[in-house]
């Protein structure tokens, strides 16, 4: 059961999508924050910063 929800805050939802095709999430990861913020061409704290929030809206779908 996962409720809608309004889209991620702007810039969030490419981080997540370069997270993933980097295989941020694999298990066992495979790429770094660095890694992310290369793809986006930002600063590894903007990646965090961006991921961080696109994490939070996937939960607060899911458990919210």
């Not at 969030?12 to 980097?22: C, F, P, Q, S």
């Not at 986006?40 to 704290?45: G, N, P």
Request: aromatic share 8%; proline share 6%; glycine share 6%.
């Amino acid at each position: 059961y996962i409720r809608a929800v309004d889209g991620p805050p702007p810039g969030v939802d490419i981080t997540a999508e370069t997270a993933l095709a980097v295989r941020y999430y694999a298990v066992p990861r495979e790429a770094t924050i660095e890694t992310v913020a290369r793809g986006l061409d930002c600063a590894t704290t903007t990646a965090a910063a961006h991921l961080k929030k696109a994490e939070a809206t996937v939960f607060r779908a899911l458990f919210g």
